[in-house]
């Protein structure tokens, strides 16, 4: 695909990657606790990528990091490292505080889940400095992400600080962080998994619902509404 890109449009374009680099186990929903534990799994644990395989719940990054390389040598000249499975274990791709209405209770807390996105990104930014790197995983830090993804670019851990959940609740953060130092905390995500939810919810005639902040924008309450009632469906 990439040398299809490249053959087809040379360099008039900046070839880019979000690469999952950590797929962790799948997990199910206990109805005794509400919580998400892990499927029972045997070591050694082999089928996972960037997973370790005697602890399967720990990082291997051994071939994401090789993988990278081979993408750099390629001809891609950026790359954002995500991980996880927003179907299977969704507590490691975005940290929640609150999980979607279909989801279970994260069985680990969020800073944990914060932790393990800026040790992935780190291990691959240090691997190749000279490549730009892009991080995930900071909306749950609410108003303070900008703290942590400064800290993360001053210690050559990330490049780029990107931001999901928390620009769609908070398109103009950037904006007030330039004018007055800070986010206003009546703006910031509150990570209670609305927006996902929407995502989730496929039964419209359009097979998608449109998909925003339901906390922060009214556009979207009575969107969220109609969601309900299809999942109940």
């Not at 008039?12 to 797929?23: E, F, K, P, T």
């Not at 393990?116 to 930014?125: S, W």
């Amino acid at each position: 695909i990439i040398g299809k890109i490249r053959a087809k449009l040379g360099d008039r374009i900046v070839l880019a990657s979000r690469l999952n680099v950590y797929d962790g186990i799948p997990y199910y929903y206990d109805a005794d606790t509400a919580e998400g534990h892990p499927f029972e799994y045997s070591v050694p644990y082999l089928w996972g990528f960037g997973v370790h395989e005697q602890n399967p719940l720990e990082m291997d990054l051994a071939e994401p990091v090789k993988l990278v390389g081979l993408l750099r040598e390629w001809g891609v000249q950026m790359v954002n490292v995500s991980m996880g499975s927003p179907y299977f274990n969704p507590h490691v791709g975005r940290p929640f505080e609150r999980p979607p209405i279909d989801g279970y209770e994260t069985p680990e807390h969020p800073l944990y889940g914060v932790a393990r996105h800026f040790e992935a990104t780190a291990t691959i930014q240090r691997a190749y400095p000279e490549l730009p790197i892009i991080g995930t995983g900071y909306s749950w830090l609410q108003r303070f992400l900008v703290n942590a993804a400064a800290a993360n670019i001053a210690q050559g851990r990330v490049t780029i600080a990107a931001v999901g959940r928390g620009a769609l609740a908070y398109p103009d953060y950037a904006r007030d962080v330039l004018e007055t130092g800070a986010m206003d905390p009546k703006k910031v995500c509150v990570a209670v998994s609305y927006c996902t939810a929407l995502m989730r919810a496929k039964g419209n005639e359009q097979g998608q619902y449109p998909t925003g902040c339901v906390p922060r924008d009214d556009v979207y309450v009575p969107i969220y509404r109609e969601t309900l009632q299809s999942l109940k469906k």
